[in-house]
């Protein structure tokens, strides 16, 4: 599957439409039908000239357009897609020309406009921009039909930047050419009105051509992505604008007013899907650091915590336990005749064993702050934050029990059942000193000696007494 489709697997920017964007851009789509509709009937109903409005206007469309083109480009520069790279045309073009209107408008910075221009050229820039924006959707578009999708990455690459550059260069010498004004455009304006618009092929065209853009977004995109449906609702607020605008029949008027409102909408739904989609992708990011934080701090075998966690997280415990003057228990647990186990029944059942036994303790440290970790082999060690002795011993008949009720066949004609011997240390901060090794090391003895001692029991070591280590005996 190339990149340039829409089914690719780089799913970047071309997500299948979650249902509740689909939903929105249905509902922004039906309000952009339904006010056109409701307009249309009043809409060369005079209102007088607002003064800010037209800056305000132009300005929020020049910035949205600059921001999307720079959004779609950059995700041109991570997908490779080039169809993005091609759509950030559309925009430039947009950009320059509503820039070059807000200089040239009459009575905005002057009473015939900036940089020369005569009385026909802000309405042949209208003219020039609202044909040019659904024509380079077009040649955008194109880049997603199977015939030139198939071509090479490199070509269709060339293709988007040259669009671009073709982009630019039109809308300078576009803006150029109405700018002059000096005869060599017809006269598409007699003061206010759009008389001689009406009436022109220029009305046609710039219809004609967003409803073909239109029709052919929805043919070759089918609305199966995020950007698509979005770009889709932008084409359609930007027929309404030309048709508003037509139906209005002279500046200032309701439709007048309304359909520069549309354009505002058609620069900024694609804006704002390119931003949620960024959004969305840092959210994804987050989650799948977080996902591999915690996978990189867990036993692939067991779900456990590795003992590499355990390493770095331990000391930080015993710290907080000396600061906050609070005790802390630790276990070590190991299997007991797990290398006969695995000898017996292969290494397969003896995987199954260390997860069933793993789970099983885990079932029973039910504090957010105790942990297990698999410390090597068939060895645990449990983690008991503001844990005394009382504590500990009560968690570690627990954790015997849990395994006990496994009932997992042992390996010994003497063992009826998988069995587990405990080593059980705790820090007392009244007298004990921090020493992270010290703690895992005396855990380490009294389990050593629940293992000399027989197995399948738990033994404390007595930080009161270094020196005795004694058995836990079931009540």
């Given at each position: ?15 299948l439409v ?35 409005f ?75 921009w ?14 997603l ?6 071509r ?57 051509i ?6 052919v ?98 000391p ?5 336990a ?22 017996m ?60 009720a ?10 009826r ?35 000399r ?11 009161k ?6 058995e836990?005996?079931?009540?």
């Open positions: 599957m190339r990149r340039g489709s829409l089914n690719s697997p780089n799913r970047t920017l071309r997500d979650p249902d509740g964007s689909r939903v929105a851009a249905g509902v922004v789509a039906l309000v952009v039908i339904v006010a056109t509709a409701m307009l249309l009937p009043v809409a060369e109903r005079p209102l007088g000239e607002i003064k800010p037209l800056p305000m206007f132009a300005t929020t469309v020049v910035i949205t357009e600059y921001l999307t083109a720079y959004m779609l480009y950059t995700h041109f520069r991570s997908s490779r897609m080039a169809y993005l790279a091609a759509l950030a045309s559309a925009s430039v073009f947009v950009a320059i020309m509503a820039a070059v209107q807000v200089l040239i408008f009459p009575g905005v910075f002057s009473e015939t406009g900036l940089l020369g221009a005569g009385a026909q050229s802000a309405v042949w820039i209208w003219t020039f609202h044909g040019g924006y659904p024509f380079f959707v077009l040649l955008a578009l194109l880049l039909t199977p015939a030139v999708a198939r090479r990455d490199g070509i269709l690459s060339g293709w988007a930047h040259a669009e671009l550059v073709l982009a630019a260069t039109s809308a300078i010498v576009l803006a150029t050419l109405a700018v002059a004004d000096g005869g060599q455009l017809p006269p598409l304006i007699d003061g206010a009105a759009y008389t001689r618009l009406l009436h022109s092929p220029a009305a046609p065209i710039v219809v004609g967003n409803v073909l853009a239109l029709l977004c929805l043919a070759v995109t089918r609305l199966r992505d995020l950007l698509s449906a979005w770009l889709a609702v932008a084409l359609l607020a930007s027929l309404a604008d030309a048709v508003l605008t037509l139906a209005a029949g002279a500046r200032y008027s309701v439709g007048w007013y309304a359909a520069r409102c549309l354009s505002m909408v058609s620069s900024s739904v694609v804006l704002g899907v390119l931003v949620w989609q960024t959004s969305n992708l840092y959210r994804q990011l987050a989650r799948a650091h977080e996902a591999l934080a915690e996978r990189a701090v867990r036993d692939a075998l067991t779900g456990a915590h590795n003992r590499g966690h355990f390493i770095d997280q331990f930080r415990d015993m710290r907080r000396s600061r906050e003057r609070l005790p802390l228990a630790v276990l070590m647990v190991d299997i007991d005749h797990f290398k006969a186990y695995n000898d029944y292969g290494h397969q059942k003896g995987d199954e064993c260390l997860r069933a036994v793993a789970h099983a303790m885990q079932r029973v440290l039910r504090r957010p702050g105790d942990y297990l970790a698999r410390y090597g082999g068939e060895e645990f060690v449990a983690v008991l934050p503001n844990t005394d002795t009382v504590g500990a011993m009560h968690v570690a008949k627990a954790i015997r029990d849990a395994v006990a496994l009932a997992i066949p042992g390996a010994l004609a003497a063992d059942n998988v069995s587990i011997s405990l080593g059980i240390a705790t820090f007392n901060p009244d007298f004990d000193t921090f020493d992270a090794d010290v703690m895992v090391r005396r855990a380490d003895d009294a389990l050593y000696r629940a293992k001692e027989g197995r399948d029991r738990a033994e404390l070591f007595d930080s007494r270094p020196d005795l280590i004694t836990l005996r079931d009540p």
